[in-house]
């Protein structure tokens, strides 16, 4: 069975400075899919960026990034010149490239504190 | 916005009762899963469904329960209530059935069982 492990509850970055979330998952599929979801107090869970397994190129949206190791089956987060808006809860997911149940396997979740 | 909405967004019920949940996606929105997220948990996959049809089912017992519209609404059902149920209930959409990647969340509804 697919899990996903994020080792930090929660983590606190500086107004415009650095932060990478950490995300380790297993698995022995081939084909998969890796999201981060940013989830703010109002609830509503917001896609942040997607991976997919099969490409080598690490995905870039705006100021998030991330760093995908499949040897090491880690898929980070960076984001860069961080803001006040970017307080959150983020969820690392996975989610099977075959077919069947595309259902996400969700991590428990890192809070991320911007500090003014 | 990401044009799912959920409803109720709380609601108190006792132990033993039974409860609705309600989502409604964007048009075109043709796959639809639920997700229960536990206090300080991640969501847990209930089920999916796609064209009406149930495509896949998570570790939960058969008193929980969906239906899917043809006007891209849907439904969660609880029976009989127990008090591990408490959970934020997610709503989730996607178009293009079930393959395609990017989900759609509600806001969710919060459920208290006493």
């Known amino acids: 069975a697919q899990t996903v492990t994020q080792s930090q509850p929660e983590m606190s970055v500086q107004e415009a400075e650095t932060v990478t979330l950490s995300c380790t998952y297993d698995t022995s599929e081939s084909d998969y899919y890796l999201f981060w979801y940013k989830q703010p107090p109002s609830r509503q869970m917001i896609l942040v960026i997607r991976?997919?397994?099969?490409?080598?190129q690490n995905a870039t949206e705006n100021r998030f990034s991330v760093n995908f190791q499949k040897a090491a089956k880690s898929f980070s987060l960076k984001i860069s010149d961080s803001q006040l808006g970017d307080a959150a809860m983020y969820f690392c997911a996975y989610r099977t490239g075959t077919s069947g149940t595309y259902k996400y396997i969700f991590g428990t979740g890192t809070r991320l504190k911007v500090l003014a | 916005e990401t044009g799912v909405t959920q409803s109720p967004t709380h609601l108190i019920k006792t132990r033993g009762q039974q409860v609705t949940l309600r989502c409604s996606s964007q048009?075109?929105?043709?796959?639809v899963s639920w997700y229960q997220q536990a206090l300080g948990q991640g969501p847990q996959f209930i089920f999916q469904y796609y064209r009406e049809e149930e495509n896949g089912r998570g570790n939960f017992p058969p008193r929980f329960s969906g239906l899917q519209f043809p006007n891209y609404s849907s439904e969660l059902n609880v029976n009989a209530l127990e008090l591990d149920d408490s959970a934020l209930y997610l709503c989730?959409?996607?178009?293009?059935?079930?393959?395609?990647?990017?989900?759609?969340f509600g806001e969710g509804s919060r459920l208290t069982v006493l």
């Open positions: 989730a959409s996607s178009l293009g059935g079930p393959a395609t990647g990017e989900l759609f």
């Open positions: 048009s075109g929105h043709n796959t």
């Open positions: 991976q997919e397994a099969y490409k080598q």
